[in-house]
């Protein structure tokens, strides 16, 4: 299991405000490529966003799953990445002086993806959650700008051009 935490100057509810937003997804989450639609009610359980993952050409769609949702507390994904990976993700938020501490927990969901989330695997999760995490803080403080923009709803034909990041955020 890869567990990572960040300390947010930003509020437990600021924090929650960009996992409530699917664009942002696009921006945080390291090797995310594009948020292609979206249930309006993300991120109510049950509702999802489609993605796309990957590293220059490589690229899978897939999507993610809010399987429990408890704001400003609490967002449990099931990530999708077929035929790679199904993971759990859990991220936590706590009150902390006047910000936010923010857990994350990613394990496989699959006995299949127990072959990619694994003791030799663990430290790269763990460090791409570890980026992940500063770029969340980056947004929830404002010191990035979150996506705007339309983003269509999952069962339509069109998709959103919500891009990832390019660059990294700004270090904190």
């Not at 199904?86 to 006995?111: F, K, N, Q, Y």
């Amino acid at each position: 299991m890869a567990h990572n935490e960040i300390d947010v100057e930003a509020p437990p509810q600021a924090v929650f405000a960009v996992l409530a937003d699917p664009r942002s997804y696009a921006r945080w989450v390291v090797g995310s490529r594009k948020i292609r639609r979206a249930d309006p009610d993300w991120p109510a359980r049950g509702s999802a966003f489609d993605h796309e993952v990957g590293i220059g050409p490589l690229t899978l769609k897939d999507s993610s799953e809010a399987v429990e949702s408890d704001p400003p507390r609490l967002l449990r994904l099931r990530v999708m990445t077929r035929p790679l990976a199904v993971a759990w993700v859990t991220l936590r938020i706590h009150p902390s002086g006047g910000g936010a501490r923010v857990e994350m927990d990613e394990v496989a969901a699959d006995t299949r993806s127990r072959l990619f989330f694994n003791p030799l695997t663990d430290p790269l999760i763990k460090l791409r959650n570890a980026e992940s995490l500063r770029r969340l803080k980056a947004l929830a403080e404002r010191r990035e700008p979150l996506p705007d923009g339309p983003l269509p709803p999952r069962g339509s034909a069109a998709e959103g051009d919500v891009q990832g990041s390019s660059a990294p955020a700004s270090p904190s």
